[in-house]
């Protein structure tokens, strides 16, 4: 039988010639068989309906026309022969279970990394690339290194394990041929006249099956050239092997279709490449193109295939070709992946919780609603029983992170049990105060959440590791067929959308088809079903729609053969089109060499990519290549593509998103539309001074009140005033919340003013919006200076109440006797296991130095409350007096502020000392360093309203004890540790009340009237966040301390200015507006 080629270019000249050769294979018969054999089904489906559009010496249609790839016609030929032997065919999974098999025997070079999955899925790749090869040159390539001889080795032997069961492509490809020959008369009854169409890269199996079709029936190959070398070197190279030759002058001209244009644009990112791959689509639509006959391709998925799909999906334009979300990554297929994993990631606290914060986690719980509909929970118990419900996985976040859970599941136990136990304690506590009964109720319930937290992660860590261990691969899949029920199943997935139900059934079945591993894999694991599940769903294909119904988006090569009137190629710069190859580390591109051309090399890959582009633009009537110059994502500049230069010349540049919208003549949606609107009034504003009150009543803003009020924001904070968006909120301007005053029967602490003191925003946040910080106990590696100053406290409170308790307590000039030293650091040793107990220490390492330390401070402890009792001729009489406080005996004390106003103080005193015929001592403990204190004093006793305990607490102290207002008094902050030096910062409180009392007249005024401006600290590099509201992000407050320094002038901040910096200059907007009065 003959074989002729017919070279011709890509697309529409392919199609023509494809009719031509149709039409003369039926010779006039429209019902004579033809076989097509195409690359891929795209091909195939474009190849039946451009078939369908033409007719050839009045043939048309596509009757008796059958497209197949060359694995479909191996399949039609011999797939009987391999089905009489018993032989299905292999999978990826599969060849990794034998691979698995095979370095368990014997690893060789891969000694120490045959468990790696990395090295299960490099020696999968390449038992399916080396399955093609033959006994001589598999003999020459193990003969390169040591390396590739392990490689051949482990091939040969997975081969081997899987030949009487399973079948590949290319043993199936050998009995196709072999059945050809037997009777090549039926054969070419069966198939017709066969042509080959497009063919690409045709392997050494393929071929021999092709060659002995057409020695059976005549055979055309229509190819397809472009005229570059590079790029038509794999075509050419194919065609030999079937035993013909291009046209070498129609393989020079490489033409593509007549008056096509093709248009390069030099866009800023990626983003703004799909904004403009998006327009021009909109601008071919509107100009009559069928949205089938439109493209959008890339040379490298990441992130080409999310930004256009989720573009096109906003601008309501349907697509086809790739799915930017695979099974893998499905709702299901993510989560159980995910599960799966936990174990191997040590159950680690952040982990769990993630799961179960992104995945679709439903358990069955005792249903509440007797009548619930959806009670039946099957196997035969009664309705209205048990419902499907999520679980709280927000509010078990926060009792696991109180707990200070870490990793592992003795670490769950322990924590969460320890800290049920002490939130029942302090509920027991509040259960005979009725006014505290709240207290007990809320940390009742956070007692049963953490119980009801850890029976979950114990029932899941048991589930995650049964026991008995399943035995065959049968029995994991039903064991993880169970869990998908228990956890990620049940009635909620029925709520799911279509999209997630349908991947969901594909992840069922994926499951199911691991449980026929049985004989490959010996030794199945849970660790082995994790991994070749995961492969399993990787190798997945999906795609999203139907060729023709929606803009086809997808890699350059999906287009092939395609039919176009619009192509955009985006990613057109070095490093992604053509995309930068790595050489394989298993058999690099040297040793690949040796194959003769049967083992593709990493650099012919270019070759590929240059042809699949060349073919694109040949076969659309207008191409656009979009070159990005800059990666946002990477802080990186990038060249144009050498292949865009080539084709299209020199790009023409877009400056920047702005100009890009400026040139677009019809928007792609109605965003950009409305951007389009704003522009438009800026450029206006700029020419005729429009008001801002005009923006309001552009159409796309009177939509949105949301972008109203943003302009609002933005004007305002862009002004000099102090404004509702910068924190002034008079009554007026609450909107109804409810503002708690401390001079108005709230309760109220020194360091609640002081807060407001330091930064009013952040005061809003923490104690009117209830925002608070959460700390990651994961994040701490050393005790917290939160905690350790607690530790420090409670010794110190513990020791000293039970000195004062037995009368022990030495007379002021009389040094601690020994017994009662030996018991301070008893008490410590015992509060510090306690503390390290519930997990608040930080890493062993760090913890056993912080300890000692912590311990050789309360020894030097000793010797400085000596020389302070000493000097101050004072005896302690109170330990942690509180007042107001859930645990204190007292309740909130009055304090008269002035002004005939009072207000409700609550607190705990660390320490109060009797001075003998004098007076009290009020002692405030603290572990840190002196810095901040330095300059307190009489002449400063609030450093701007930052420091108020001292006298607020002599205030409380003289109340509960009893001390009469005249009596003298003295306050002062002790810093009992080595970083503190051990110092004492203090004055007279008497002479300072009047002072303190007018910065908390002060404080109460602003936080009555509503003045809560953000504060932030000048913007120098610290190695901390001073304020987590200022700066929540840990990026800087330079933003934050402009917009302050503009408004400091306003004179809604002169009074919090007054008590916080009273010696300011005027900014330099105010001295300029005084200089311009002059």
């Known amino acids: 039988m003959t074989i002729a080629c017919v070279t011709t270019a890509y697309g529409a000249a392919a199609h023509e010639a494809l009719a031509t050769a149709v039409a003369r294979a039926k010779d006039r018969d429209p019902l004579a068989p033809v076989t097509v054999v195409v690359p891929n089904h795209y091909v195939g489906l474009a190849a039946r309906r451009a078939l369908g559009r033409r007719s050839h010496n009045g043939t048309r249609g596509v009757a008796a026309v059958a497209f197949h790839t060359a694995y479909d016609l191996a399949e039609r030929l011999g797939g009987a022969e391999m089905a009489a032997e018993g032989r299905r065919g292999v999978t990826m999974t599969v060849i990794a279970a034998a691979v698995r098999t095979v370095l368990r025997r014997d690893p060789g070079h891969f000694r120490g990394v045959e468990t790696h999955p990395a090295t299960e899925r490099a020696l999968t790749r390449a038992h399916r690339e080396l399955s093609e090869l033959e006994g001589g040159q598999l003999r020459a390539l193990a003969a390169q290194s040591p390396r590739a001889a392990d490689v051949v080795r482990i091939h040969q032997q997975v081969a081997a394990d899987l030949e009487t069961r399973f079948s590949n492509e290319q043993q199936l490809s050998r009995a196709a041929a072999a059945a050809v020959r037997a009777d090549p008369a039926a054969v070419a ?31 055309t190959i229509v190819a397809g050239a472009t005229g570059a070398e590079d790029a038509d070197a794999v075509v050419v190279a194919s065609v030999r092997r079937l035993g013909a030759e291009l046209d070498a002058p129609a393989r020079r001209s490489g033409q593509g279709r007549a008056g096509a244009t093709v248009e390069a644009l030099s866009v800023s990112d990626a983003d703004d490449e799909v904004r403009h791959a998006v327009r021009a689509v909109v601008n071919a639509a509107r100009a009559g193109t069928p949205l089938g006959r439109c493209a959008i391709v890339y040379g490298v998925e990441s992130p080409y295939v999310r930004l256009i799909s989720d573009a096109l999906d906003a601008a309501g334009i349907r697509r086809c070709g790739a799915a930017s979300r695979t099974v893998e990554t ?43 509909p959806d009670g039946e929970a099957g196997g035969g118990e009664p309705a209205a029983r048990h419902r499907w419900q999520g679980v709280p996985s927000a509010a078990w976040e926060r009792e696991a992170r109180a707990a200070r859970v870490e990793s592992g599941i003795e670490s769950w136990r322990r924590r969460l049990t320890r800290y049920a136990e002490d939130c029942t304690a302090e509920a027991d506590h509040h259960a005979a105060d009725e006014e505290q ?44 067929q169970k869990l998908i029920q228990k956890y990620l199943g049940g009635r909620l997935r029925r709520s799911w959308p279509e999209e997630e139900r349908q991947m969901a059934e594909r992840v069922d079945r994926a499951v ?34 139907h060729l023709g119904a929606g803009v086809l988006v997808g890699p350059v090569d999906l287009a092939l053969g395609v039919e176009l009137d619009l192509a955009v190629v985006c990613g057109m710069a070095e490093g992604t089109f053509p995309a ?63 292949w865009l230069t080539e084709e299209a ?68 904070r862009m002004s000099p005033r102090l404004t509702r968006f910068d924190g002034n909120l008079p009554a007026g301007d609450l909107r109804g919340a409810v503002l708690a005053h401390p001079a108005g029967g709230e309760t109220t602490s020194a360091s609640r003013l002081e807060m407001w003191a330091g930064c009013p925003h952040a005061y809003f946040m923490r104690y009117v919006l209830r925002v608070e910080a959460i700390d990651d106990a994961d994040d701490d590696h050393r005790i917290s200076p939160l905690e350790r100053g607690s530790l420090v406290h409670r010794i110190l409170e513990r020791w000293l109440a039970e000195a004062i308790a037995e009368g022990a307590v030495p007379a002021p000039s009389a040094r601690w006797p020994e017994s009662w030293r030996a018991h301070l650091l008893a008490v410590g040793e015992a509060e510090c296991d306690r503390l390290a107990a519930r997990g608040l220490v930080g890493r062993r390492l760090y913890w056993d130095h912080d300890r000692r330390q912590i311990l050789a401070d309360l020894a030097s402890f000793l010797d400085f409350d000596d020389e302070q009792r000493a000097r101050y001729q004072s005896q302690p009489a109170a330990v942690e007096l509180g007042f107001g406080m859930p645990h204190s005996a007292s309740g909130p004390v009055s304090v008269e502020i ?5 207000m409700n103080v609550r607190g705990s005193i660390d320490r109060v000392d009797a001075i003998p015929h004098v007076g009290l001592l009020v002692v405030d403990y603290k572990t840190g360093s002196s810095r901040d204190y330095e300059k307190l004093g009489p002449e400063d006793p609030t450093l701007g309203g930052h420091r108020l305990q001292l006298v607020l607490y002599d205030l409380a102290a003289r109340r509960l004890l009893g001390i009469a207002d005249t009596a003298d008094g003295h306050g002062a902050y002790w810093f009992v540790s080595t970083k503190g030096q051990f110092s004492d910062i203090g004055y007279a409180t008497n002479a ?37 509201y200022c700066d929540p992000d840990g990026m800087g407050t330079r933003d934050q301390w402009r917009n302050f320094q503009r408004k400091r002038d306003d004179p809604a901040l002169a009074r919090y200015l007054d008590l916080v910096d009273p010696g300011r200059e005027p900014s330099e907007a105010a001295q300029s507006a005084q200089g311009a009065t002059r």
């Open 189 to 219: 009854r069966q198939l017709g006249p066969m042509i080959v169409f497009l063919p690409q890269r045709i392997t050494h199996s393929q071929a021999g099956l092709l060659r002995a079709v057409g020695k059976a029936t005549d055979t």
């Open 330 to 372: 499905s709702l299901l297929g993510r989560s159980l992946l995910e599960m799966l994993a936990l174990p191997d990631r040590g159950f680690s606290r952040r982990v769990v919780m993630a799961w179960l914060a992104s995945a679709p986690v439903s358990v069955r719980r005792p249903d509440t609603d007797a009548g619930a």
């Open 437 to 480: 009964a709240w207290r007990g109720d809320r940390h009742r319930r956070r007692a049963e959440r953490s119980l009801e937290l850890l029976s979950f992660v114990e029932e899941l860590h048991a589930d995650l590791d049964p026991r008995p261990a399943p035995r065959t691969w049968a029995e994991l899949a039903g064991w993880c």
């Open 512 to 545: 199911s088809r691991l449980g026929d591993l049985d004989g490959t894999d010996d030794e199945p694991s849970v660790a082995a079903f994790g991994r070749a599940l995961r492969l399993e769903l990787e190798g997945a294909a999906h795609r999203h729609g």
């Open 580 to 642: 930068r190859r790595n050489d394989d580390a298993l058999l690099p591109d040297r040793e690949r060499l040796v194959a003769g051309g049967d083992l593709p090399a990493r650099a012919d890959r270019p070759g590929d990519d240059h042809r699949a582009l060349l073919a694109i633009v040949a076969a659309a009537g207008r191409s656009l290549l979009l070159h990005p110059r800059g990666d946002l994502r990477r802080a990186a500049d990038r060249s144009p593509s050498r």
């Open 649 to 716: 010349g020199e790009a023409q540049e877009v400056p920047s998103f702005v100009a890009g919208l400026r040139r677009t003549g019809f928007p792609a949606h109605a965003q950009e539309y409305d951007t389009r609107c704003v522009l438009d009034w800026y450029e206006a504003r700029a020419r005729t001074e429009s008001p801002w009150s005009e923006l309001a009543r552009i159409p796309g803003v009177q939509r949105r009140p949301e972008l109203i009020r943003g302009i609002e924001l933005r004007r305002a």
């Open 898 to 902: 002035g002004n005939g106003r009072s």
């Open 992 to 1028: 300072a009340r009047r002072r303190v009392l007018e910065a908390v007249n002060a404080i109460v005024d602003g936080v009555g009237d509503g003045l809560f401006p953000l504060h932030p600290d000048e913007p120098v590099w610290r190695p901390w966040v001073p304020c987590g």
